[in-house]
Structures are given as C-alpha cells and as structure tokens.
C-alpha cells in the first residue's frame, strides 16, 4: 500500500469531459445529485450481493443507506453510502480516467454539435455521472473504504487537470463524495445546493424511489433552529435523529394509476446513467404458477457501447425487492441488448448463480414472455406512431436484425417489425407486409439485393431489368443483411430471392409468345461458341459465361448461384478468422449490346486475335467494378484500358 500523497494527470479525454462538465454544456446541473445518489445506491446494491455470496465478507450489513449532509456555513455537501466501497487500486483504476473505447468518438461529436442542447445529452449516454460533480463544486473530496478492507483512500481535486490520491486510515465502510460548492448563479441555473430545502426538492424528484432509505437532518422550522441552537448553547451536543426523505416504493410494484410518466423516467436514468428519457415504458405483471413484475424501457437513442465487445444488456434482476443482479443476460436475448429496466420475481431463490439462471424453467418462460412482449410493443409503436418507430429504426433496427439469426421461435415477429430501402420511395423504409401489399400480378418472389450504399445498389447492372419491367427492389445496405438472408427463405409464404443470383426471368405469362421464345432459342444459338470461348478463356476466374435477361444497358454483370456465398458474407466471415474456399462465380453477357455482339463478331472472323482474349478479361473486369468487387490485379486493367484508348487516337 502507497503511504504517501499521490498526483496524478487526469487522462486526456477525462480532462476534455471534465472541461465540458464545469464550463456549464449541462444547463440541468441538479441532476448531479441524481448520479451521486445513484452510484451510492449501486455501491449498496453490490454490498448485499456479495454478502450474499461471500459468507466470510467482513462487512457490516445491518443498516445500509444513504445519507446526505450539509455545511451551510462551510458551503459543502455530502452524499455518503455503507456500500460496498473501493479498493485503493479502483480508485486508482476508475477515477481519473474513462475506461470506454468510444470516448474519442463521443467528445468528437460534442465538438461537432451545434445543438447546445444536443451536446448535453450525449453525455448522458457515458458512464460519466461522478464527473458531474464538477459542475457545482470547486473542489471534490470522495474518502472511500472497500467492504473487508482495513485501510480506505482519500482523492481529491479541482478538476482542473489533476488529482491526489493517498491512504487513509480511519475511513468508514462505504463512500463518501463530499463537494465543496462553488456559489449561487440562478443565470447559469446554480442553484443554491447548500440549501436543505433545495436537496429535498431534488431528491423527491429524482431519486424518491431508490429502494434504500436516503437520511438527512430533519427540516426545521426557523423558531426550531433558534431552539437547537439554544440547546447547543446550553451544552447538549446530541445531534438530531436522521429523518428519511425518499419514500423507497418500488416503481414497478406500484399501481400504474398511481405512477407518473416523469417518475418513470426519472426511474429509467437511475438504472441506465442516460440523461433523456425513454421512447417507451413497458409494464407487465404476471401471476399464476410462478409470479414476476417487470418495468421495461426502451430508449430513445442507442448508448454508444451498443456494438462494443464488453457491452452490458441493461435488465436488473430482483427477487421480492431484493436487487440480485446486474446485467441479467438469462433474462434477454442479445440482440435486445438495448432494453432497459428490472424484473422482480417472487419464486427464486436469493443466492441464485447466472449459471443457475441459464437453466431456470421460470427464467426462460419469463425470457420468452418478455421477448414477446417487447416486440409486440415495437409492433404497436410502428402502427400507431410513425416518428416514434422511424426513431425506434434508425437507432436499434440494425440489432434487432441479428435476432433473425438467433431467435427462430420470434423470426416472424422480427420480421413484422423490421422495415428497408426500397426502390419504391427514396425516402421512405418499406415493411416486408408493404412490400408484398405492393407485389405486380403474377410476381412471386420478394426481390432485393444488398451491397455497402443505397447509390452503389441502385447503380448496380442488376438492377437493370427490374427497374425497366417496374420490379420493386429492397435495398439492404447493413453488414448484418448479409447474414440473415440466406437464413430466412420467406415472409408470408413468399420467397426471399436476391436478384444477383440465380437465373431472372420477370416476364409474364402474357410476355412469353412463341415468337419471344424463338428469338432466344436463336440468341442462344448464336452466342454458343462466344460463350464457350469465354468461358474457357476465363477460367480462372469464373465458371461459365452465360447470356443474362436482367440486362438491358450494361454490357455485362457478375452473379452467384442460388446458394453461393457472395463475396460481401464471405469477407465478413474471413474477418472473424474464418477462411472459406474461393467461389468462381458466372459472368452474365447482354447479347444487345454494342460491346458484347461486336465481340461475337470479331471472335467469329478471327478467332486466333489474342486481343480478344484481353477484350473478355477487360469486359468482367468492368463488370466486376460495376458491382463494387476488387480487381485481383489493378495494374494490369489500367495496363490493358491504356492501350486500348491509345488504339482510338
């Protein structure tokens, strides 16, 4: 253990955020207290979990809580816990410092915001809630003691670039974070947080449901005061009994008629640090064989570590009030990560393990009757509210997706909610029930293609066809695309079939006289030495060269069979360390076009031209670039272009 004081530089991007915090990006600075309350209440939390675990823990459990303590006189406020508490090398580790890959990206868009507003709320979506602290104060004090430790640790600072850190001997159990408060400035909403009146009002309206007992000196009156201090006087030192200013009722085991939507929200940033509030509350209540409560919320923004390996799935366990733990994955698939909020069951037991949950009957009944749930709430959202769904969308519509892959018992459900790019309107997604609504007569396939950008997929050759015949075509850009469409064949008994695969044939019954079928059959028949040639001359790269009828301007493109693996999926796999074979694909030819019928000519009159071997390479090079591909050997396409344009001068 260090015996002396410590300085220490805070981090750079812990600076930058701390700079942001004091010059005021925040205009609701109350809710500082809100996250000191908050963390104190976690701190709590794990206490009594680890107690539960640890029957050796030498902690002292018998009155956890918080309590709150003010200096009028000295200007400073407190918020101390009993909790769990941290060890010198956590304080060390978590303070000082912001342990989150994303903080470069977050004070980046920061900077970039023009919304003063807007600014403010990303920082909600950081672990960052001590660090508000500094918004009020001129100086942070936190004295700490990990539970079973001897020896505690003091920090402090002034947030002003640096930190110190030393042991402290006589530290109480738990945490305490004391502020010394900078002065009142109602132009710059700094209220007076040395005012017991004010702290009250703060925690009734942010923290009134925190499940532990948060204490303050009583409130009183001025002739009380005048009274106290002539008992002081007097020589009688003993200190008010605590009174208790927070009315710890469970929101979720509360009659809903007797909850506002703003205690919901205000109860939804306790357990999930976000400073705005949600696009939905979910209530449920089930009873019979086993009984569970739960409050589920659902968002309004993605949090930033959405798509970080370390992410947390945001569902708390309790069970009859007693928080269990954090972070229950049992209890939500991955892919709805996002969703916030508590379940309380009745019927399990309090030392319960996660590997425990994973095989609990009650557990997973109660998954899949959330799951359910959740999604049926999307589905009303979608039909009742447009804007709330196209916010929904944008922000979780990418991860709702990988439930298509994971979850076949609520596959079709995903799918009801899901929405897409569609050649159909250039602004507006389209919902797979729109798009089947939509269907021409006669059509029997759901089309769509995927690729990196809606322009790419738009400009691609194979779009040709259907855009000429009026066959709308979805537009699937995410990586996850890739993925799921080979693993859902169909929505409402209409099959998913991508159009750069496989043989296309769009024409009607009405479309295929005998005289149309006799002009390919003769097509064929011209083309048939070309397309052996090709086919030959080209294969290393491809495994047959055939003439196309989703062509009707580019001279070639590049498709897979109806089961290849496409290049996209197969990168993706080769990413994740997974190194499939390579798949020649098919070179598809339209016999209309200037380039292609000229090549049948000139191959026919001089079939020995070692030119026309280039003139076919160059033509799936094009095609290849047409579609997005990479060439296998750039220099020699700009090699052979270069001398053909040089042919031309």
Known sequence: MTTGVETFEFQVEARQLLQLMIHSIYSNKDVFLRELISNASDALDRLRLESLRDENLQADTSDLHIAIEIDQESRTLTVRDNGIGMSHEGVVELIGTIANSGTAKFLKELRESKDAAASADLIGQFGVGFYSSFMVADEVTMETRHAGESQGTRWVSSGEGTYTIEPLDDAPQGTSVTLKLKAEDTEDHLYDYASPWKIREIVKQHSDFITWPIRMAPA???????????????????????????????LWARPKDEVTDEEYHEFYKHISHDWVDPLETIRMQAEGTFEYQSLLFIPARAPQDLYMQDRKRGVQLYVKRVFIMDDCEALMPEYLRFVKGVVDAADLSLNVSR?????????????????????????????????????????????????????????????????????????????????????????????????????????????????????EVLLLTDPIDELWVDAVPEFDGKQLRSIAKGQVDLDSQDEKDEEAEAEREQRQKDFAELLSWMTSTLSEQVKEVRLSSRLTTSPACIVGDTFDVTPALANIYRSMGQNLPQVKRILELNPTHPLVSGLRKAHAERKDDSGLGETAELLYSMALLAEGGELSDPSRFIKLVAERVQQTL
């Open 220 to 250: 009183q009156a001025p002739a009380a005061a005048d009274e106290a201090e002539q008992t002081e006087e007097e020589g009688d030192e003993k200190a008010p009994e605590l009174e208790t200013v927070n009315s710890m009722k469970a």
């Open 355 to 471: 590997e425990t949950l994973q095989q609990d009957r009650q557990i997973q009944l109660m998954r899949r009757r959330l799951v359910k749930k959740v999604l049926s709430t999307v589905k009303d959202i979608m039909s009742s509210d447009a804007e709330r769904y196209a916010t929904f969308w944008k922000e979780f519509g990418r991860v709702l997706k990988e439930g298509l892959l994971s979850d076949l018992e609520n596959r079709e459900a995903i799918l009801e909610v899901c929405s897409f790019a569609s050649t159909h309107d250039a602004e507006q997604p389209t919902t797979l029930r729109g798009y089947a609504e939509r269907m021409k007569d006669g059509q029997e396939h759901i089309y769509y293609m995927t690729g990196e950008s809606r322009s790419i997929v738009e400009s691609s050759p194979h779009m040709e066809a259907f855009r000429d015949k009026g066959f």
